[in-house]
Structure formats: C-alpha cells, structure tokens
C-alpha cells in the first residue's frame, strides 16, 4: 500500500478482483481499450456494460482519470496540492471545515478532485475550493432556499451548487456557515 493513499480505497482497490473480477489495472487497459475519457462514459461501461456496482465504478473512474490526467493518486496529494504555494495559508480553515462535515455523520464522504473537494452523502451536498489566495468557497446544494446573510446565489459560480459563501479567514467559518452547511446535508 502506498502511504500516501487512505487505507479505506486501499481496501476498495485491494478488493477489486474478487468484488468486479479484475485488477484495477485490468480495469485501466479495458477503459483504454475503448478510448474513453469521460466520467459518464466510463460509467456507463462499468456499471451497464460489465455490471461494477456504482461505489467501485467511480473509485475506479476517478483513478483512472486521475492516472490519465497525470494527477496524483491519493486524496491527500490532491488537497496537498490544492493548498501549496500562495494558498497554504488557507489549508488550516480547510482542514476546520472539513473537520466539522465529518461529525454530521458517519455517511459523509470526502472525495478530492483537481479543483476542489466533493462533500457527500447519498448525494453531493457541498464542495470546498481554495478559489483565491485569499478566499475558500463553499458551494452548497440547497434547492427552494433563499439566498440570506452569509449565503449568496450560486450564480455562474459553480453550476452545481445553488448557493455559495465566500470565506476569508477562519473568524467567518461561524456557526451560521456551519448550520448552513448542516442543512446542505441533511436535505442530500
């Protein structure tokens, strides 16, 4: 096991073969095989056309992209490198954030992607993205809620989130960014 790599997708890629009947690598050369280079494309190959269930499906499309993207492969690397340089300074009100999501529940998932981190449920409930130097974004999903103090209009800012809070020291990550955020995941 690498020791960069969280130790629960370890065990999702250690159990490849024996719950999808390949390796990930086998998985990698099929999904080149066909030239495929899109999340629903190589979606639909695994989960309609060789029947992988939806949570090895995507662990697999991820890693797979990741790997054709030349990204790194491990969550952490992917958040290390969203943070470095002119953004360090804002990992520690991400790692606040993240901190808080994760005692709404046992179901909350964190998925990193090259951008930003994914929080999700049964469904995505929010993201986290260094978008300045200066500024952490959380976009929020919160469908037939009115925009009201800290909570803005999404707007063209992310097309999947309808509501977005601008952060810009650890001060402004308060009780009402975190109800709201509490809110996002219970609705998912």
């Known amino acids: 096991m690498s020791p960069e790599i969280d130790p629960a997708l370890q065990s999702m890629i250690d159990n490849l073969p024996e719950k999808t009947g390949k390796s990930l690598e086998e998985w990698y050369a099929l999904i ?4 495929l280079e899109k999340h629903g494309e190589i979606m639909k190959l695994l989960k309609e056309d060789n029947g ?3 949570g090895f499906a995507n662990t697999i499309t991820i890693l797979f992209r990741r790997q054709a993207d030349g990204e790194p492969q491990s969550d952490e690397a992917i958040v290390a490198r969203q943070y470095e340089g002119a953004k360090a300074g ?9 901190e808080k999501v994760k005692g709404f529940g046992g179901d909350v998932q964190i998925a990193p992607k090259k951008a930003n981190v994914s929080l999700r449920r049964s469904k995505q409930f929010a993201l986290v993205q260094p978008s300045t130097k200066t500024r952490v974004d959380i976009g929020l999903i919160l469908k037939g809620v009115e925009s009201a103090g800290v909570l803005e209009d999404g707007g063209s800012w992310n097309s999947m989130c309808t509501h977005r809070i601008r952060l810009e020291s650890a001060e402004d990550f308060n009780e009402e960014v975190l109800g709201w955020l ?5 609705k998912a």
Not at 32 to 35: A, E, P, R
Not at 182 to 186: D, F, K, L, T
């Open 32 to 35: 080149q095989s066909k030239g």
């Open 52 to 54: 992988v269930t939806h």
């Open 182 to 186: 509490q809110a996002a995941y219970e």
């Open 90 to 98: 804002l990992r520690p009100l991400y790692d606040e954030i993240i």
